[in-house]
């Protein structure tokens, strides 16, 4: 397997989606931590105003990989910025340049579409991933955290009428 392919997403494309979400999961050490569904994945990505985009990658007659992004908006800078949430490619597709083509394809659309920055998040145990984000000639910024509010953080704060 050496020749791939890299292609927009189509609705039809929801139950392959999933099964990419979910090797991903599970390559970072939560198998049991998706919960999304096809139905989940169609309303929100291929209705009239998607929420995200997908790329896939296909070799051989089987999708190998995925990229999933959305635009987000910089308000210091007045123009979107592009997420990548998730990228994955399976083991047996890697070394074929299927990352590096995600990569260079969203670069692409992210100056395509006036986006001045293209960002995204990696574990920092993922070792292969920071490297390969290095070359890229991407920064880690060491500054930056990640902060989240979800499950009942999240519905108990919503609900809560203190001021604090």
């Known amino acids: 397997m050496t020749a791939f392919t890299l292609r927009p997403a ?3 494309d929801a139950g392959t989606i999933l099964e990419l979400i979910r090797a991903l ?6 198998p049991d931590a998706v919960v999304a569904t096809e139905a989940d994945l169609v309303r929100d990505g291929f209705g009239p105003t998607p929420r995200f985009h997908v790329l896939l990658a296909e070799a051989g007659g089987a999708s190998v990989g995925f990229a999933f992004y959305f635009f987000a908006y910089s308000t210091w800078e007045g123009r979107p910025a592009l997420h990548l949430e998730d990228l994955f490619v399976v083991p047996a597709a890697r ?10 394809e969203l670069a692409r659309i992210c100056v395509a579409e006036g986006a001045t920055r293209f960002q995204w998040n990696v574990l920092d145990w993922n070792a292969p991933a920071i490297a390969f984000y290095a070359r890229l000639g991407a920064r880690l910024l060491p500054e ?20 604090c």
């Open 10 to 12: 189509t609705a039809e």
């Open 25 to 30: 999961a599970h390559y970072e050490r939560e």
């Open 95 to 104: 070394r074929l340049g299927v990352g590096m083509a995600f990569m260079r």
């Open 144 to 163: 930056w955290r990640v902060c989240r509010l979800d499950g009942q953080a999240l519905s108990g704060f919503a609900a809560a009428t203190d001021v």
